[in-house]
């Protein structure tokens, strides 16, 4: 039963019946019992709930603190109660600033007031809820009022302030305007700050999200001319949740930072604004005609200042503790009570959240109503299961982050894993998470039919791969941050997963007044056949962790997928040295300043540092004797495990990725814990693996770098001994 | 004296003082004469001169037929005749359409006329001259009045009617409209009538020139809403020059085809529009939204189609014969009369022509001014000095090929080189030719110096090669077309070589009503400091010619030049084999069908033909050959040739071009007669080495292939002759 667990199954094959199908992780006659148990959970799932339920949860914005989102809580509270789960809204006051003062105006060369408003669709009676919308800003900028000189600085990722150094461009005391795109959002408004300015506008360049995309809302699905794309700018990367309480649950009486001295507020005041709003002030911007890269898609020339633009950028918010609401529900397990699979979504939106998150969260709403149906037609899951629909995830991450700070402990003794979603589309499945898991996800991809194309949904992410020059095997993508299983994950080291469907659904709705029941019944998954595909998906996935004779996790696979980390964060030392010398060279040979037009700005570049040979030994040394070790422990001959072994065995393997945890988090990060897998400093939510090695290596912290080295090699090395651990008694 | 042939000069030196030199094909007292002749040569040279002329010839427009041409023909010759040149005015009678109907409507689904006329503009005077401004449109379209559905065509190239035949869309009996750029014009109206369009719009897309490439004119260099680029579309890759005279001079009295049967007229009627005159065109196309590669950047969402934007196109034209005027000015040689370097530029331009031509052709004619002055002071150029000032190039190299095709027995006896040049602006020297030219044009740049960087220009060349990841050895490219090198290279085998600076003075001017003299002095090389460093590089490699005691051939870079070019093609094979291989797999395996969006128009691709294996060896074989040969020629002790043996090799040298030669021509189109340079069937200027090989290959034409690569292979045998001929008579 176990050599299941070897085959990587992201594969197109042909597509061999359920019945006949083997399980990872189950004997021949579970994983039949299994089956025939998906076979009826699937006749259950109803389009008409995920139609009806999404109608009613995005019926009216839903952002915490909101009546409407407390309404959704205790709606979807009844419902679990109804399909028999025990059920529990937990409660954390955290801190949420509501926009009271938002003005952008240019007072010089000309004045133009932006209007900071999304104008209301024909054909979509959601987008005229007028003052029920809540007004497009982006939650955790500081207050701020401030006056100065703009200057255009395309993303403003650190690779465009190189640019700007080079053109000689300085920010220090100007409002910055960047495109959204490029980096998270946040990354924004946290880099200009370091850099010296003292304000920042991100707008939405119609280029990246816009009329150059496609046809507009209502026409099409693309953001409009006045379309805003709302979002949380608090410093994530650093810790997410609630700002006044790092690392622990704000529950009511939880002791709490000073909103100054908060470090996940940003420095410096930022707003969103839309293409219409931000052409006048890039218009009025004129100086160095900014790269080509740089460009968008407005009817200009864009130059990148500073001035003679000059804006006055006003923002007061009032700064207010508000309830979120988590629902929990549980179905105790039979066999294992204590052993819990976390399913999980959030329900709090930006506005109405159609997409964002009410798509999923009516999915997650199903599998809860099918598994109850099962459970009073009398199945009876081995394992605890516990759906959780998370309040406030929008500002950031919030009420997840704070539930699992809050029950830290019972959670890592209990959770064998997380499964994640938050939105769903139309087309491929897009799986990320714990490379343990891959190889169960790439089983479950094998037996979810795609509802438009007659095979599996395993075999179209594998022609799309192929497309895509891939061997036709996609791994998962490995999570960096951006919904709530962060906390899971790499605060408290629980596998976890991320499932959605996507890649024929794009649209600029994201965090907009018209991210609407209507928009999403016209462009996204009109017919709910992909909510139920993702049901299917996240369906299985529980039930078979919640029944499996061995808890699914496979470790071949992911020392294949580490091993891929290892080298290309070795690779990525011998690039910077490779580049380093170039650049070297040039500047030796003074080419810099011989092929510069005279005409243009230029700042002749200063050589680079030496980029010195690292010693990855030590854990290339421990990647070897990994090997060995997981050879080793797949080579046991499960089959003749007695219920003992098998239990004591689970017990352990639900806590194997606790040990890539180290104790002392990250570097100036400590609440990323996880050694693997991190959201990037400088990037937000792109994922950056074996993150600690990696970004010392990327920011040329060579001091830094052998100690991430030694630091990882610990507790891959740790890694090791849990699964020696388990060779030890299962031998 | 010899030595220095061998040397790749195109590299990063020390700059070393012109006095310590050797120059390629110099003994060591005549090198010490020729930079002292060249020391005087650049001390004549006046940046007045070339300020003044372009304000002459540049004051009002001076098309081909027009007063003002002949006005700067007949001025011209003055001027030559005053600096002691012998000088004829050859004319030519050349068919030459002007504009009398040009008409664009929108029909459905609103209704618009194109305004097809340029804004006058503010301080630049020339704009102003109403009547006198040729009205924009494409020369050699033929008549036409059509009505039909409108398609975008992106640029209109052969990989995009591929993508529309992926979209299932057809552009038979409709209307294109395809962007500038992206390959020759004259390919768009071309390739669209093979496809059975019945009419084609070119419009100028702001993304590739207007405001998003800069500031628009007049603030900026680039483009503005109603500038248009004019030009021919004559079918040149078929062959230039008068339409009615193929292959021969088009004189008062030759005998001409009927235009009815004219093959190089278009098929199908095509005007040039601007992007205001597009842009309502543009945004009343509906239906599949474009790839986003062919997005512009208009502030419009880009359809396809067809339709429902409906045009009517009606254009009619006045096709009369007109005079060209090519000035032509000798000086004759002392010691070998019928040995001729020849230098030429176009005078005609569509309007003003300050940049194109005229920047260029007041540098040959301050090049002359300065070698009538050196005569008067007594030198004599040991070989006949031909400087060309030609006609009508613009509508299709017309004054250039007639002249050749008229003289063309005489110049394959006499003509050693020629040297073009078609407009001058700032930055570096772009040099491309024939590659037995390259050492001693790399000779001449590492001798002139930059006027900004205070380098050579050699050594700013190798700079932006290294830069661009070269060597910094860059070398010349090869010509394709665009310039009256053509007829020269392709038709009459003679060694030529074209050259120019750009890079640093870009805009939108390139055949508009704004490309004036106010435009030039803005935006282009102000003071004229590249026009001098042009007119040294171009007066060393003329006097260099015609004073060498061993014409400056050099054979070893050639080789290794040819060898990368067949190279090349091998690969291209390969590449195409695993292409097609690539393809069929993923036909095979469903793979474009099952990743394809059910909502989106596609085309399930049928599987590509196989790619056979050529036998390329008989060009290989040659080329090991050559090699030895050429090996052979190299080490030969030149220095102690007779005056007897020189001017034997040289008569012999001159000649090695035309052994490349095929008489034959290239497949389809018998005029390109050269064997490593022609412009593409489809690219128009762009360049194919190996031509007749090369594109037998990329349209899968496989019976073609061999015999192309037999006859190849013969040509280079013929080419090893030559030269073993030379080693026969030298030993």
């Known amino acids: 039963m176990i050599r299941s667990i070897l085959t990587i199954v992201f594969a197109i094959t042909v597509f061999v019946s359920v019945a006949q199908k083997s399980i990872m992780g189950f004997n021949e006659s579970n994983a039949e019992k299994q089956h025939s148990l998906e076979t009826s959970f699937d006749a259950k799932l109803s389009t008409d709930n995920l139609d009806s339920w999404m109608q009613r949860m995005s019926a009216h914005p839903h952002y915490v603190g909101t009546e409407y989102g407390k309404k959704n809580a205790d709606w979807m509270a009844e419902q679990f109660k109804s399909w028999g789960f025990d059920v529990q809204i937990e409660t954390y006051q955290v801190l949420f600033p509501y926009p009271k003062i938002r003005l952008v105006e240019l007072t010089a060369p000309t004045s133009f007031k932006a209007k900071l408003s999304s104008v209301a669709v024909k054909g979509d009676e959601y987008t005229s809820q007028g003052k029920e919308l809540l007004p497009s800003y982006n ?232 598994v109850g149906e099962l459970v009073k037609a009398g199945f009876r899951p081995k394992r605890t299961l516990v759906y959780c629909s998370w309040d406030a995830e929008e500002p950031g991450l919030i009420g997840s982050t704070e539930w699992v700070e809050h029950h830290k402990e019972e959670l890592q003794a209990k959770a064998v894993a997380y499964i994640n979603t938050d939105g769903n589309g139309r087309g491929f499945l897009s799986a990320g998470g714990s490379h343990s898991l891959q190889n169960m996800v790439g089983e479950v991809a094998q037996e979810v039919m795609d509802p438009q194309k007659g095979v599996s949904i395993g075999e179209r992410m594998g022609a799309q791969d192929l497309m895509n020059d891939g061997d036709g095997n996609p791994g998962l993508y490995a999570l960096g941050s951006g919904s709530d299983y962060t906390p899971f994950l790499q605060h408290a080291g629980i596998a976890s997963l991320n499932l959605a469907f996507d890649g024929e659904s794009a649209g600029g709705e994201y965090h907009t007044i018209y991210d609407t029941y209507t928009h999403y019944k016209r462009f996204k998954d009109p017919d709910f056949a992909y909510g139920i595909a993702l049901a299917q998906t996240a369906g299985r996935i529980t039930l078979r962790l919640a029944n499996a004779d061995i808890l699914p996790f496979e470790f071949q696979q992911w020392h294949i997928t580490i091993l891929e980390y290892l080298e290309e964060v070795i690779q990525l030392t011998e690039d910077m040295r490779v580049s380093a010398e170039k650049h070297n060279n040039l500047v030796d040979k003074n080419a810099f300043h011989l092929v510069a037009d005279p005409k243009k700005p230029f700042v002749n570049p200063p050589k680079k540092g030496v980029v010195p040979y690292l010693d990855f030994s030590p854990v290339q040394n421990v990647m070897v004797a990994l090997k060995e070790t997981i050879d080793t422990f797949t080579a046991i001959d499960f089959e003749h495990l007695d219920h003992q072994e098998m239990t004591r065995l689970n017990e352990k393997l639900m806590l194997t990725e606790q040990s890539l945890m180290s104790n002392s988090g990250l570097p100036r990060r400590p609440w990323y814990k996880h050694q693997i897998y991190a959201p990037g400093f400088y990037t937000g939510y792109g994922v950056k693996t074996l993150p600690g090695v990696r970004e010392a290596i990327e920011e040329e912290n060579w001091d830094e770098a052998p100690e991430q080295i030694k630091l990882l090699a610990g507790t891959l090395n740790g890694f090791n001994d849990h699964i020696q651990e388990m060779i030890g008694f299962l031998k």
């Open 139 to 370: 939650a955790f900028s500081t207050d701020g009022d401030v006056e100065a000189e703009l200057v255009f600085v395309n993303y403003g990722v650190p690779a465009d302030y190189e640019e700007l150094e080079k053109l000689g461009i300085d920010v220090k005391g100007k409002i910055v305007i960047a495109k959204y795109y490029g980096s998270w959002r946040g990354i924004k408004p946290k880099l200009a700050a370091e850099k010296g300015a003292i304000g920042c506008i991100i707008y939405s360049d119609p280029k990246d999200d816009g009329y150059f995309a496609g046809d507009v809302y209502p026409k099409g699905a693309f953001k409009n001319n006045t379309g805003v794309q709302r979002g949380s700018v608090m410093d994530m990367p650093l810790y997410p949740g609630d700002v006044l309480t790092p690392g622990y649950g704000a529950t009511a009486d939880a002791k709490r930072l000073d909103r100054k001295d908060a470090p996940t507020i940003t420095k410096i005041p930022v707003l969103p604004i839309s293409y219409d709003d931000a052409l006048p002030l890039l218009k009025a911007i004129d100086g160095t005609v900014a790269p080509r890269a740089w460009r968008g898609a407005l009817p200009i020339t864009y130059h990148i200042g500073p001035g003679p633009a000059k804006v006055h950028l006003k923002l007061e918010f009032d700064w207010q503790l508000k309830p979120a609401y988590n629902v929990i529900a549980k179905m105790k397990g039979s066999e294992f009570p204590d052993q819990w699979i976390v399913r999980g979504n959030h329900h709090d939106a930006w506005v109405h959240g159609a997409s964002d998150p009410v798509s999923a969260m009516v999915v997650l709403l199903e599998e809860a109503r099918c």
